[in-house]
């Protein structure tokens, strides 16, 4: 899409046009059809671009809450965070005058920073730039955008006086193709040391698989953040925006543990007792399983794997708990007799440190019955064991 034509699509004609394509609840996989009935009324440019548009604003909707408003380009709408991520971030900035959005594309995170303090969203894209004014004005919020190639020195002295935070997610895929070194970001992580001498203040969003001795130069915080148990990000946090060294946030929420990081517990090993849990991704990244297991007055069952075992279960929002119905070593004949003779015709597999796959072994279990249950395929200080858990409560 060019510029042009979007600015053609924002006009009271083009609006009709892109109405027209909403109201036909379009799919890529009907791309073709709905082109061929929005063309007979409009022109083809805009019913080619009101489509796309309406396409991607399907699409958005897990990512947007109102995502019907907005306007999108597909690898935009990729590059995207998605809201509750943005809205979570963007209350770290609260206690600042103003923030800069470095890379700001068509303005998620732009328009959840503009709802805590004054914002001023940067891109060299000009489409983008163009649809994350468009997408404020339909949110009703107010951002200052800039078109700017932030390979140039920020063009920050003369628009605001007093220094601002920034916040910088530069571009980790190209096209398809996810970059994962940060050195390849676009533009690479390196140039924040550009900027922090004059705006100590920053957060960068990275990849949460980020290789950390990557990052072993940087004096910052790493917040792991994940949404609905799924690992989302992770954030640096420069400045007066570090508040520790390793952080875990769950959302929603926000419940946030910070800690200092550690690969191995070791010292608290016990065999399965009464409950068995399993650490919210954000945890085991943020390496602040010992910390929970603290908390949680919880032991490893092995110092090589993140599941913790407890007397007691305790309600946290950074594991899920199960009962523990029975463990012992692992034997495919055992664990077949034994779920035969509880008529356990279901079960989910969660594993850790076993070669398995579930698919293969849910095959060769042959089950039958209608009860269900949980199966931790795992160690047992090296040994391989399994777990049959039941939901808690
Ligand atoms: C990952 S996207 C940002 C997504 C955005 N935070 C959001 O939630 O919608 C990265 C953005 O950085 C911009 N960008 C990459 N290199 C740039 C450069 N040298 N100067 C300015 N912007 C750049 C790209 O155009 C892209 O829009």
Redesign the pocket.
């Known amino acids: 899409m060019d510029l042009s034509t979007f600015f053609a699509l924002l006009t009271p004609a083009g609006q009709e046009v892109l109405s027209a394509a909403m109201a036909l609840m379009p799919r890529e996989i009907d791309f073709l059809a709905n082109f061929q009935i929005l063309s007979r009324r409009y022109s083809r440019e805009l019913a080619r671009v009101a489509l796309e548009i309406a396409i991607l604003r399907g699409e958005a909707a897990s990512k947007f809450p109102q995502a019907e408003k907005m306007y999108f380009v597909r690898d935009?709408l990729q590059?995207?965070?998605s809201d509750p991520v943005?809205v979570y971030r963007a209350s770290r900035y609260q206690e600042f005058a103003s923030v800069v959005?470095?890379?700001?594309?068509?303005?998620?995170?732009?328009q959840a920073l503009a709802h805590v303090t004054s914002t001023l969203g940067?891109?060299?894209?000009r489409l983008?730039l163009a649809m994350?004014q468009a997408n404020l004005k339909a949110l009703s919020l107010q951002a200052d955008l800039v078109q700017?190639?932030?390979?140039?020195p920020l063009p920050l002295t003369n628009l605001l006086p007093n220094a601002p935070a920034l916040?910088f997610?530069?571009?980790?895929?190209i096209g398809t193709r996810r970059i994962y070194s940060v050195k390849n970001y676009?533009?690479p992580l390196d140039i924040i040391e550009d900027w922090r001498p004059r705006f100590p203040d920053l957060g960068v969003?990275i990849s949460p698989g980020v290789n950390l001795d990557e990052l072993g130069g940087f004096d910052a915080e790493i917040e792991f953040i994940s949404h609905r148990g799924e690992l989302k990000e992770a954030v640096l946090w420069f400045g007066s925006l570090r508040s520790g060294e390793h952080r875990a946030t769950i959302l929603p929420g926000p419940y946030s543990m910070s800690g200092s990081p550690s690969d191995v517990m070791g010292e608290r090993l016990s065999d399965p007792q009464a409950y068995i849990y399993e650490p919210d991704p954000a945890i085991l990244r943020a390496g602040l399983v010992r910390d929970l297991a603290a908390q949680l007055d919880a032991c490893q069952l092995d110092p090589d794997i993140a599941y913790l075992t407890a007397p007691k279960a305790l309600s946290t929002p950074f594991a899920r708990v199960w009962a523990i119905a029975d463990w012992f070593p692992f034997q495919l004949k055992r664990l077949r007799t034994y779920l035969r003779e509880r008529n356990i015709g279901h079960v989910v597999i969660k594993k850790r440190g076993s070669p398995l796959q579930p698919e293969a072994l849910i095959r060769d279990l042959r089950l039958e019955g209608d009860g269900e249950r949980v199966l931790f395929l795992t160690h047992l200080r090296g040994l391989p064991i399994v777990i049959v858990g039941y939901a808690h409560g």
């Open positions: 935009a590059q995207a965070s943005s959005d470095l890379g700001c594309s068509i303005g998620g995170d732009t940067i891109d060299h894209d983008r994350a700017s190639d932030l390979l140039s916040f997610d530069p571009a980790r895929r676009v533009p969003k």
